[in-house]
């Protein structure tokens, strides 16, 4: 059996910590790939208050395999105290992609 693709959803303050973390983690094979959003406005409760920032937001493919050592790494390179990384798993795409995304993590 193949292993399962993921994507990683990661926030950050802004789009240079974005393309530095992207790059990393790519450089590094814990990502195939990095696809930076930016100018993502975030709502949300942070030590007892309602907060809005502007944000960059990360999107990563990797594998089921290869998540521990992105999630370690994304968390070890991060600027927030406590940094948002979801992973979510991929139920089907095109299977080349997918056959790619398997070869670069790793």
């Not at 999107?59 to 395999?65: E, G, L, N």
């Not at 968390?75 to 979801?86: A, N, R």
Request: charged share 25%; glycine share 6%; aromatic share 6%.
């Amino acid at each position: 059996m193949h292993t399962e693709i993921l994507t990683v959803f990661v926030t950050v303050p802004d789009v240079e910590v974005a393309e530095r973390l992207g790059r990393t983690l790519v450089d590094e094979r814990l990502a195939a790939c990095a696809n930076i959003v930016q100018d993502v406005l975030s709502v949300y409760r942070w030590e007892g208050e309602v907060r809005r920032d502007s944000e960059a937001l990360v999107i990563m493919k990797t594998t089921a395999d290869g998540l521990a050592a992105l999630e370690a790494r994304a968390i070890e390179l991060h600027p927030y105290d406590v940094p948002e990384v979801l992973a979510l798993p991929v139920v089907g795409g095109h299977g080349p992609y997918m056959d790619w995304v398997r070869t670069e993590v790793g």
